[in-house]
């Protein structure tokens, strides 16, 4: 049965003007700094890093650099429940400080799926296309299914995805539906699929807002989802499955 959905958590009160000062003055501009300065290196690296291995262990200096700047420490459970293998890992998506938080705190390689709108963008565009990152194309359903071939084909090679199966960030800080492309891809390589669950990114950057509000951030990690002997035709049960694992999740402890 799905989750129960109570009413959406108040949208958080306009910021006070210190807040707002600091973000504008301070968090903003470091930000957008650190995150040159660590693209740029990527980018260098990029050129004998065929593996992404260096490339990737920017990323997390990058993100680590960032909630420090932003008084964000996270705490992560379930760490001692991540497969020894390649999955799939499906997360909530609350904020645009999401991506730093899972760079940040999955201990491992990953790659993730990210729209292909994203690839046209200067800089941001060729540090992904660099760093081996999966362009998800849905102008078209076989254009679709030609993106999800190729995160299978990272799985089978032993490489883990990581993507935000909502499609967007959510707009009122409760988990959207899943679209079903995180369980098709598990089930293709038969590899898990573990259920990941952000607290806390919602309240520190909303959607449509521009200033940081510092908070502790929670990443919890589900039981992985076995797909061995499932199908495609399975892949709708397996979907509901992690949407109502990281609903329940994220409704426990966003209340406490």
Known sequence: MPASRPDPPPY????????RLLTYLVFDPLIALFTTLFGC?????????RSGRQQHAIARAWARTLLRLT???VTVLGADRLPTGPAVFASNHLSYM?????FAH???QFRILAKQSLWKIPFIGWHLHRSGQVPVDQSTARSSVGSLGLAVAALKDGMPIVLFPEGGRAATGQTGPFLSGAAVMAIKAQVPLVP??????????????????PRPLLLLLGDPLPTAGLTTRDADTLTQQAFSIITRTYLDHSAS
């Open 71 to 73: 008084f964000s420490p």
């Open 41 to 49: 290196a990527s980018l260098v690296t990029s050129l004998w890093d």
């Open 98 to 102: 999401d991506t730093p938080v899972l």
């Open 12 to 19: 958080p009160p306009r910021p006070g003007l210190a807040l």
């Open 196 to 213: 990941v669950t952000l607290v806390g990114t919602w309240e520190l950057l909303p959607i449509h807002t521009y200033t940081l509000r």
């Open 106 to 108: 999955l201990p491992f």
